[in-house]
């Protein structure tokens, strides 16, 4: 079982940035898919972006050329870059594999708001 610790969310202007970054608990998550979703109040959770063992990426079209996702394998570590954000991206983002496979972990939470 692999568990995630999600951080770097906060309250962001419309047209602000954030990093968001997530930690694996161990190293095994190098060999899988990841991906960052988000879900806000009364909504289903939807992948956001995802990023392959060898690097390769997928976004969103809603989040297309803002949105940039990377990982560093030796840090056990996924991040998502966040630019140009909008109040309708306000919710809750998590990590976990693409598609998900284990345990959500608490995520962090993104209020764009002016």
């Known amino acids: 079982q692999v568990q995630f610790v999600e951080s770097g969310g906060g309250l962001v202007q419309p047209g602000g940035s954030l990093r968001l970054s997530c930690v694996a608990s161990?190293?095994?998550?190098?060999?899988?898919?990841m991906g960052w979703y988000r879900q806000a109040p009364g909504k289903q959770r939807e992948l956001v972006a995802g990023?392959?063992?060898?690097?390769?990426?997928n976004y969103a079209d809603s989040v297309k050329g803002r949105f940039t996702v990377s990982r560093d394998n030796a840090k056990n570590t996924v991040y998502l870059q966040m630019n140009s954000l909008k109040p309708e991206e306000s919710a809750v983002y998590y990590c976990?594999?693409?598609?998900?496979?284990?345990?959500w972990g608490q995520g962090t939470q993104v209020t764009v708001s002016s």
């Open positions: 976990n594999a693409q598609p998900p496979q284990w345990r």
């Open positions: 990023i392959t063992s060898g690097g390769s990426t």
């Open positions: 161990t190293s095994i998550f190098r060999f899988y898919s």
